[in-house]
């Protein structure tokens, strides 16, 4: 079975909005969470990470929220913007015990509309 | 710099024949990885290096080789392509193995094969 789900392929959000994207974990060994942006034809990049021993993370207009009991994780993108326009890939893996395997989720497009 | 290379961008294959990607990046990273990606699929990881040592994950042992020559250079080859080859493949690497240090990804090679 997947291990880490998004379950929405695809949202839409008006500009100036809040973007809320979501991720499920099934693996409760899992104690690094990330969200990766990819624009089309272009590489995934690290946008922000979180470790268990916290529940929420900001940097900027991102928070990470993450909910250990409910193997939840999910990204907030205050003040949408066209420009964050791409899909959004969540990634979960274990950071304690030496291991740097990422298990990634399927995807959800973004779409920011003016 | 901070990008990681993949060539080509796009390879076109016949069925039974075989495939070579490459993949470099010039940040002295020890880990380099490689992933396929179906369209509404995860990126899913089939092997990665670290350093020398190359791991394959266990449901794609059979299916895919990989050699790395020096640090920089990262290869995927697959010995005879099937139909259930196409796809993009993305590398990617970090600076070490553990902790979770930062993957950074190439812009992928589109495979398709026919």
């Known amino acids: 079975g997947q291990q880490v789900k998004q379950s929405s392929p695809s949202l839409t959000v008006q500009e100036g909005g809040i973007s809320i994207l979501n991720c499920d974990y099934e693996?409760?060994?899992?104690?690094?969470f990330a969200w990766y942006k990819k624009y089309p034809d272009n590489s995934p990049t690290l946008l922000i990470s979180v470790r268990s021993n916290v529940d929420k993370r900001e940097d900027g207009r991102l928070t990470v929220f993450l909910n250990k009991s409910g193997k939840h994780f999910s990204l907030h993108i205050t003040a949408s913007q066209p420009e964050d326009t791409a899909v959004y890939l969540c990634?979960?893996?274990?950071?304690?015990?030496?291991?740097?395997?990422?298990?990634f989720g399927q995807g959800t497009v973004l779409s920011v509309i003016p | 710099d901070t990008t990681v290379k993949q060539n080509p961008r796009y390879k076109l294959a016949r069925v039974g024949k075989p495939v070579n990607l490459i993949c470099s990046q010039t940040?002295?990273?020890?880990?380099m990885y490689w992933y396929q990606k179906k369209p509404n699929q995860a990126p899913k990881l089939l092997l990665f290096?670290?350093?020398?040592?190359?791991?394959r994950e266990a449901d794609t042992f059979e299916k895919f080789q990989s050699s790395r020559p020096n640090n920089s250079f990262c290869s995927l080859y697959i010995g005879s392509a099937g139909l259930e080859y196409s796809a993009m493949y993305l590398c990617?690497?970090?600076?070490?193995?553990?902790?979770?240090?930062?993957?950074?990804f190439g812009p992928g090679t589109r495979l398709l094969v026919l």
């Open positions: 990634a979960a893996g274990r950071a304690t015990g030496g291991n740097n395997k990422l298990t």
């Open positions: 940040m002295n990273h020890d880990t």
């Open positions: 693996n409760d060994m899992f104690d690094y």
């Open positions: 990617a690497s970090s600076r070490d193995w553990g902790g979770q240090d930062t993957q950074y």
């Open positions: 290096y670290y350093d020398k040592i190359l791991n």
